[in-house]
């Protein structure tokens, strides 16, 4: 993957008229991983000249909790997280409850076709022929909501690629890579970061027979883009209460 060199955590030009930013990403054990949510961080405050704070709900610092509550500003919160679930609907909520300002949190990033057009560029990166098979592996969950955004993740991705994507999942309600990799299958993990998972998926497909495996979203150009679509919404809402917060799939 060819990400930028990591910026610091806390980046832009400090507290604007418009509010903060904090965007949350899972947390990973692999440094590389958290660099991604970082580098997306201090593109979008690049990009928007706003103050933008890369935070993780856990296993990196600093953790989304602790800068909710240290802000001096109001602020909006993209969560970096692809699809709904406990995190996105009660962890970083809960973490909203101990700021001192207004706080308004969005919904997950995915399933997007900005994603899943991303998805379509790694694969062709990682030289996945045109109509090849395709498998969207994600990690999974036992969640119902995260269920249907996975579905409809497969679905956008196989709509952008021109062809049917199955859908394996490493965890949670689903089936697994080994059920549903085929000999001669590309395999596009639904993963924001390297890490863990990113790293099981690669063995599984492989063994299963695939033949490629995609790099992760990363800082993909649509990932950069749909972050900062979220943050204007969530923006547009927070000024305008009245207004419903969109973001289309």
Excluded: K
Excluded at 90 to 110: H, K, Q, Y
């Amino acid at each position: 993957m060819t990400d930028d060199a990591v910026p610091r955590p806390r980046t832009g030009p400090g507290p604007a008229a418009a509010g903060d930013v904090v965007t949350v990403a899972h947390g990973t054990r692999t440094p590389a991983g958290n660099e991604v949510a970082l580098t997306l961080a201090a593109t979008l405050a690049g990009r928007s000249g706003r103050r933008v704070t890369g935070s993780f709900v856990e296993l990196a610092e600093p953790l989304v909790a602790d800068v909710l509550a240290g802000l001096d500003e109001p602020a909006v919160v993209v969560p970096l997280l692809l699809t709904t679930g406990m995190h996105v609907r009660e962890d970083v909520p809960r973490a909203g409850d101990g700021a001192r300002v207004a706080v308004r949190v969005g919904r997950s990033l995915g399933p997007h076709a900005r994603l899943a057009t991303a998805q379509v560029d790694r694969l062709r990166e990682a030289g996945a022929a045109p109509g090849c098979p395709v498998v969207l592996v994600a990690a999974g969950s036992s969640d119902p909501l995260a269920q249907r955004d996975l579905a409809r993740a497969a679905e956008l991705l196989g709509r952008a690629w021109g062809g049917p994507a199955r859908l394996a999942v490493m965890s949670g309600i689903g089936p697994r890579v080994d059920e549903v990799v085929r000999p001669g299958d590309a395999v596009s993990p639904y993963l924001l970061a390297p890490g863990f998972f990113a790293r099981r998926v690669a063995e599984q497909a492989l063994a299963a027979g695939a033949t490629v495996v995609a790099d992760v979203l990363g800082t993909h150009p649509e990932v950069v883009a749909l972050v900062g679509q979220r943050a204007g919404a969530l923006e547009s809402a927070r000024r305008w209460p009245g207004r419903r917060v969109s973001g289309s799939r």
